[in-house]
């Protein structure tokens, strides 16, 4: 395998598992602002006042 093969090999191995992390950190922050969302319908069920 060339060395060019082997280093275009690894900075796409290395995109792609930094594509997950930031995957992973934007369902993070998507679960929380949906369970906030979820939290204020919960207490707005009798009536809510702002």
């Not at 690894?10 to 950190?25: D, K, R």
């Not at 906030?36 to 006042?49: F, L, P, Q």
């Amino acid at each position: 395998m060339s060395k060019t093969r082997l280093i275009l090999i690894a900075l796409l191995a290395a995109f792609a598992l930094s594509g997950c992390n930031t995957i992973a950190g934007i369902g993070k922050d998507v679960k929380k602002a949906g369970e906030v969302v979820s939290e204020t319908a919960e207490d707005c069920k009798g009536g809510c006042k702002d």
